[in-house]
């Protein structure tokens, strides 16, 4: 019963790359969400967007942009990959006004640029 | 904005010990409290989650306690078993109309057979 879906697992770029992480919600849910993960330093917001075509910057925007043409996905983009972006992403998603706010993660892409 | 502090980054029990982890936070105004689990290799899962009208909350073995007056939100494991070692993140929000968590950095517990 996977409600939010990553399209990779593993990813390895080559830096100067721009990369595309795709993420798909399948729970109608207004809010999406992009952290990185790194040991030690928990999950930071990279971007969030609260409907279609809007976006707004999280903690740490610098080096990422984000689209999302369609409710169900919500793609980040790094436009020129570097080194010290090699990190585990994680999409999330939540409905906005509902009783429960929790989040739906997705699995996690861990992306390595070389 | 929000600040949440977690501590201990890292926890090791033994088997059928307590576990407990604790966070503060320093926005009066958040008043729900998600707990996520994070199992080696797989996506944070809600285990538990609190809101401000509410002092204690149990589920099984787990339990999350919050003193609003000290701005601080604890997640309580009791018997704890070898699955239960993870990595633990809380955090604190706003209900309404945004939906912006701001995550601890984690406790990795790990509870020894």
Not at chain 1, 83 to 105: D, E
Not at chain 2, 68 to 75: E, P, Q, V, Y
């Amino acid at each position: 019963d996977v409600k939010v879906t990553q399209s990779s697992r593993y990813l390895v770029k080559r830096t100067g790359e721009k990369v595309f992480l795709e993420c798909v919600q399948d729970m109608d849910h207004e809010n999406m969400f992009w952290y990185r993960q790194d040991p030690g330093l928990g999950l930071r917001l990279i971007y969030f967007s609260y409907d279609v075509k809007m976006k707004e910057k999280g903690d740490i925007p610098e080096g990422y942009s984000v689209s999302r043409e369609k409710k169900e996905r919500f793609s980040l983009i790094l436009e020129s990959a570097s080194t010290n972006q090699t990190s585990m992403y994680l999409c999330a998603s939540i409905n906005g006004g509902g009783s429960r706010a929790g989040y739906t993660f997705g699995s996690g892409t861990r992306l390595t640029v070389v | 904005g929000e600040n949440v502090e977690q501590h201990p980054s890292t926890l090791s029990v033994q088997e059928g010990d307590s576990a407990v982890i604790k966070c503060t936070y320093s926005d009066s105004a958040s008043n729900y409290f998600p707990w996520y689990k994070q199992e080696l290799g797989k996506r944070p899962q809600l285990i538990i989650d609190i809101r401000s009208n509410v002092g204690e909350k149990k589920d099984q073995r787990i339990a999350v306690t919050l003193n609003k007056t000290a701005k601080h939100f604890s997640l309580h494991i009791t018997e704890t078993q070898p699955e239960d070692s993870a990595v633990y993140f809380c955090a604190a929000s706003r209900s309404g109309g945004s939906y912006i968590p701001t995550f601890g950095r984690g406790t990795s517990l790990i509870v020894h057979p």
